[in-house]
């Protein structure tokens, strides 16, 4: 199968249609490249794992929660 250039589709499919199709290709096109351009690829694990610090491996998430909450909860205790 022979490899068209962009004039050459332009020229056997576009130019002698009405301009409504014109339209209607363009929005297709259009839209092509707006949802092309928002992908992204996905990170694998391998990418990211090691990223947090040490003392999150080990901790279940909900007592760091917590327990960041009540030191945060010291702090800004007011004195007196």
């Known amino acids: 199968m022979a490899t068209m250039t962009v004039e050459e589709l332009y020229e056997k499919y576009v130019k002698e249609r009405p301009a409504a199709d014109k339209m209607k290709l363009l929005e297709i096109a259009r839209k ?4 092309s351009s928002m992908k992204r ?4 694990w391998s990418e990211i794992s090691g990223a947090v610090t040490y003392p999150m491996v080990a901790e279940d998430a909900q007592s760091w929660v917590s327990r960041s909450r009540a030191a945060d909860d010291e702090r800004s205790k007011p004195l007196k």
């Open 32 to 35: 092509d490249l707006d949802l």
């Open 41 to 44: 690829p996905r990170r694998k």
